[in-house]
């Protein structure tokens, strides 16, 4: 077992992870913490995720990190890039490219977004989230606060649910993603790369409305849905983009 306690006290200190300075915490989730990390030598931040898996669970571990590598080969503009990875007191760590600390929600709380810019950046999600899926790799977590923001470039991050899909899907256990976001196959423990873009139809939507395409607090209704039900669009929204949105949250889109 990780001794938790002594991984934090530990934390600050000099030499805890050789070669770099932890800085403040970035984020976190159910998948592990994000903090800031500068490399000594060069003096360039990268962000540190400690993964909340235990090396002692060896297969789970090695699982994992095979997945890391495939993730790690792809060197995309719009991609948050892995860096490289190990393990510290017993604990796996990454070393991600710092993608700053804005993300698409940020912008959006704080109404920050025109037409134009969500345009761009919900094509700049869509290329990175393509490189994936050049891969034969599938996200199954975007949302507005994966989507990374420094200036005007948008890079895809957090790739916590990020499956390989060997035999064209991937088996999910429903409740690890965010609800509002998420394909309504997924569901059914059975999803393959489509489910991003349904994903993507939900953010686009929402970064140019201000709103979720559906009512809140009907997932599980849009989960077992079984006939395309399209959201209701403003009288003055772009009929062109209405028409990718509607294409993107389709049952087979």
Known sequence: MIDWEAFYNRFRQPDFLPGYEIGHRLGGGAFGDVYLARKRSIGKAYAVKFLKLEAGQQEAVERELEQVRIFAAIDHPNLV????MGVVMGV???ILGYAGED???RR???????????ISFFVQACRGVLALHDRRLAHFDLKPSNIFLRGEVARVGDYGLAR???DGRATLSFGRGTPQ???PEMLRNRADHRADIYSLGVILF???CGQLPYPSGNELGLALRETDEPP???ADFPPPLRGVIERCLRLDP
Not at 81 to 84: F, G, N
Not at 108 to 118: A, H, M, P, Q
């Open 81 to 84: 890039t892995i860096e490289d």
């Open 92 to 94: 796996p760590f990454l």
């Open 103 to 105: 993300t698409l929600a």
């Open 108 to 118: 959006l709380k704080r109404g920050e977004l025109t037409r134009e810019s969500s």
């Open 164 to 166: 390989l899909l060997s």
């Open 181 to 183: 976001y998420m394909a």
């Open 206 to 208: 929402e970064s140019m």
């Open 232 to 234: 209701r669009f403003p």
